[in-house]
Every structure is written in structure tokens, then in C-alpha cells.
């Protein structure tokens, strides 16, 4: 059986990825003493909250618009499996 996942779910995982992207080269920015790297990976989360923005407007225009007939997991396990992923399996923030 696979996975089913409404729009909406999908969006905000994807919105939380990217806000653990951009924890984590923060943190790697303030690790680091090198000017050019810490400089990268400033970059690096800037471009982080900019696509967390993305998923953002994304999400509010396709959810402004529709009827919320998108199929749903109804028993949450898709979304909580993928949810933890999203808190500590991509970017591992310690």
C-alpha cells in the first residue's frame, strides 16, 4: 500500500525541510572561522528561506483554490513517518 498525502501535508514538509536547511548552515556559519566559507553557507541559508517562502506561496495558492476533495492519510501514520523525517533525518541540527 503506498503513501497518500493531501497538498497541504506535502507543502508544510516541505516548508520544514527547508527551515531545518536553514538552521543547520546557519549553525555550520557560526562554526566555522573561515570568511569564505562562513560566507557560503550564509548563502546557503538565505537560499533556504527563500524556497521555504516558495513552498509557502505555493501552498497558499493551490489551497486558496480548491474544494479539498485531495485524498487524505487518514490515520496519519504517512505524515508522521515523513514529518520525522523532515525534524531530524535531513538536516540533523545539533
Not at 555550520?28 to 513552498?55: I, V, Y
Not at 505555493?58 to 487524505?72: C, H, N
Request: glycine share 8%; net charge negative.
Amino acid at each position: 500500500m503506498g503513501i497518500i498525502l493531501n497538498a497541504e501535508e506535502v507543502f508544510d514538509i516541505a516548508a520544514q525541510i527547508e527551515r531545518n536547511g536553514y538552521s543547520f548552515y546557519n549553525r555550520a556559519a557560526e562554526l566555522t572561522a573561515a570568511p569564505e566559507s562562513k560566507k557560503f553557507l550564509l548563502k546557503m541559508a538565505e537560499m533556504e528561506e527563500d524556497h521555504e517562502g516558495l513552498f509557502i506561496a505555493l501552498k497558499d495558492a493551490l489551497m486558496g483554490g480548491k474544494d479539498g476533495s485531495v485524498p487524505e492519510d487518514l490515520d496519519g501514520q504517512a505524515l508522521s513517518y515523513l514529518q520525522a523525517m523532515a525534524d531530524g533525518k535531513i538536516f540533523e541540527n545539533r
